[in-house]
């Protein structure tokens, strides 16, 4: 392993991250100087804006052919969102769950999760799929903006002014100025997820790993830094229902939008590797699933909810290391786990859940947050 494979890592993370933050105050303020609102701009180019590194990453892989690293740049995205980043959150601070969340998103971020997994399950991702995919996102940002319109508008359009300084007094030929910020956000995370995806592959073949696991680690935690400083600093600033909105909106967009693109664009449809169907796809799924019964009980994520999410993260993480590296132990972990632990944590949840919903229901007061 070489100096350059660290450089090539951090210098496109940080190309990455910077490059993210560029375009979305940009784009931000060009489409407010042409008189969009400011709640369609936070639907829209602040939902792009946190996944862009995602989006760069995985078009830039499949335009290279290295399907396995797209793939589980997204995927090891999805599960890092939840397990790592919503429950290192929920350790700083208890996180509130909005009554929308648990009626809408989260099935529609479960639903996406079943559909990629449907189409990919012949072993590849075709242009068609792509389309499908891009069409899921195009729909789901019209419903959230009518909707959002309907019910919330001017509250809505309050926070996104100012979380944007789209209240700022325009500069004389400042749309030359945000034009600029865009070109120079897009050409920051290009050149990020050239020198990430190099890193990347570098790294694979220094430690004997595949393209595969490193995307889903190394990559995925890389890509996914924008949702993590944002759910971070909401919970510390006590906006709580922000940073689980943050993370599961963040998931719903990786697989329609990030994969959408990235199958698009690939010259060749994106194969998949046989393991990530068999072992990384339903370990996503189940993730998204067990949103619910965890969102359900007093609609809000403990800490030690929280805790729970870290260490199967930790333990994720750890049997994809082992079984890379063909350790026998593997076999014996996945086991244990499969067997035991998480049937066990899946009763305790539902039990927690059930004992909530009965207490709350849909017209207790907690729902109404």
Avoid at 63 to 69: E, I, Q, S, V
Avoid at 146 to 172: H, I, M, N
């Amino acid at each position: 392993m070489t100096l350059m494979t660290f450089v090539y890592l951090i210098a496109g993370l940080i190309l990455l991250v910077a490059g993210a933050e560029v375009l979305v105050r940009g784009a931000a303020k060009l489409a407010a100087q042409f008189g969009i609102p400011p709640l369609i701009i936070g639907l829209t180019v602040v939902a792009f804006g946190t996944s862009a590194p995602e989006t760069a990453v995985s078009v830039q892989a499949a335009l290279d052919g290295k399907g396995d690293l797209a793939i589980g740049n997204v995927v090891g995205s999805n599960i890092a969102n939840v397990l790592f980043i919503l429950g290192l959150t929920a350790l700083i601070a208890p996180l509130i769950v909005s009554r929308q969340l648990i009626r809408l998103d989260v099935p529609i971020m479960i639903g996406a999760s079943l559909l990629t997994m449907g189409l990919a399950w012949d072993g590849s991702l075709s242009k068609l799929d792509g389309a499908v995919l891009f069409g899921g996102i195009l729909t789901y940002t019209a419903f959230l903006i009518v909707s959002s319109r309907k019910d919330k508008a001017a509250a809505e359009d309050d926070e996104f002014t100012k979380e944007l300084g789209l209240d700022e007094t325009p500069k004389p030929y400042g749309w030359v100025i945000n034009a600029a910020l865009v070109l120079g956000g897009l050409v920051l995370l290009v050149a990020g997820s050239n020198f990430l995806v190099e890193g990347a592959v570098n790294l694979a073949r220094a430690l004997g790993l595949s393209e595969l696991v490193i995307g889903l680690t190394v990559v995925a935690i890389g890509t996914s830094l924008p949702e993590l400083a944002t759910s971070v600093m909401a919970a510390i600033r006590g906006e709580r229902d922000i940073a689980v909105g943050n993370i599961v909106g963040s998931n719903i967009f990786n697989l329609l939008c990030v994969l959408g693109l990235a199958s698009l664009v690939s010259p060749l449809p994106i194969q998949i590797a046989a393991n990530a169907l068999a072992f990384d796809f339903p370990v996503m799924i189940a993730v998204a699933v067990a949103c619910l019964p965890i969102f359900f009980s007093g609609f809000r994520i403990n800490r030690w909810e929280g805790l729970l999410f870290v260490v199967y993260y930790v333990a994720y993480t750890v049997y994809l290391v082992l079984f890379s590296t063909g350790k026998p132990v593997a076999e014996v972990f996945a086991a244990a786990m499969l067997g035991y632990v998480l049937p066990l944590t899946a009763v305790t949840l539902v039990v927690v859940a059930g004992r909530a919903w009965h207490k709350h229901g849909f017209t207790g007061d907690e729902l109404k947050r």
